[in-house]
């Protein structure tokens, strides 16, 4: 794990705290800037020595709840970890009005404030769009290629080139299923799944979106890739698009170079129609432990860090798209690719909602489906005994 330890000395007569920072790696240099800054204005009330080490917001939660009382005062999760954490007494409710913090995220009734509110009590505050989207290089596909994906995959092929995708994760699995409009969410009670994919009167049935993902799955110009195995083969010239999440921009932008482009979710292939492919959508947030001896502290730091300003220098340093509505409008960044696309797949993302047991049940299928099927399985039967694991 990769540390930075610092000091703001501001005089012995001042208050001296101890805070501990979790981030992702690829933020440490920001969360130093911010720090600096954070303590410069502060340094005629207190003395802060603090210590940021790195943890990943999609590994934070399994971290956290280990030893919640050890954990970091401050750390950045994705927002579909909060139930989980709040349950297990591992996230300070901040105290403030959260219709009036969450203004510039979208106010009441936005996703921003879906993502860290229950029962109009605010637990975390937004830091970065946490979604998923297309990514070409425009070497090789074209603004109109990019609206289909089956398009898109026989240019690939033609080219000895490949589209990727990772099936092995629901979390990019369920565009197909999504953008065929079955759904999947949890109850009241959030611990169980409610899923219809496997059902027989839907308008159209999880069987026949479960058959276009196992023709697609071994096509000569499609892969199932991990995020990190799509982000190499962009470096390598491999890959010239793919469906990926938008923390990748950055790197995907400096592999392509000035044939690097993005957009909405495609279309899919389902029977003889063209589907919009859906998608999850939700926040990187940054939540206070309920054990830190310093709350008032932390939730001053946790407002600072998602300010307009520092929004801005997290977007510069890693392009990832900012929570913050005024920074989003921003002249600059409302252009970007991965910021317009992100926008345009709003209006066909759903926020994640759903319990953990999907995450095995849809990685296991994804697993069998993304790699042709080998043992030649009854898509009927793998699709029911995924739909009946997600919902045990």
Known sequence: MVMALCLCACGSEREKITLSIWVAEAKTELMEQVMQKFCDIHKDEVEIEYQISNEEEDTCKETVLRNIEGAADLYSFADDQLDELKAAGAL?????????????????????????????????????????????????????????????????????????????????????????????????????????????????????????????????????????????????????????????????????????????????????????????????????????KYPEWCRKLAEFLTNKDNQILEYEKTEEVPANLEVVNEDAIKDAPAVKALSDQSRFATLQRVAPSYWDASSKFGITIGSGNPDKKNLKTLLKDMVDEITK
């Open 92 to 292: 300070l409710e901040i105290p403030v009005d959260a219709e009036t913090a969450l203004q510039p995220f979208g106010g009441n009734g936005s996703v921003a404030y879906e993502s860290v509110v229950r029962d109009g009590k605010m637990y975390a505050y937004p830091e970065t769009a946490n979604g998923y989207f297309l990514f070409y290089n425009t070497k090789y596909i074209k603004d109109s290629d990019a609206d289909s994906l089956d398009r898109m995959v026989q240019i690939a092929g033609n080219s000895h080139k490949i589209i990727a995708m990772d099936l092995s994760s629901g979390w990019y699995l369920y565009s197909f299923f999504s953008g065929a409009g079955l759904t999947l969410h949890t109850d009241e009670s959030g611990q169980k799944n409610l899923c219809n994919w496997a059902d027989e009167d839907t308008d159209i049935s999880g069987f026949e979106v479960t058959k276009s993902i196992a023709k697609l799955a071994v096509k000569t110009g499609f892969k199932s890739m991990t995020d990190e195995d799509f982000v190499r083969g962009a470096q390598s010239g491999k890959v010239i698009a793919g469906i990926n999440g938008a923390w990748n921009a950055g790197k995907i932008k400096r592999a392509w170079g000035a044939n690097y482009a993005a957009a909405k979710l495609p279309t899919y292939r389902l029977g003889d129609e063209e589907v919009q492919m859906g998608s999850f959508t939700g926040y990187k947030v940054v939540g206070i432990n309920a054990h830190t």
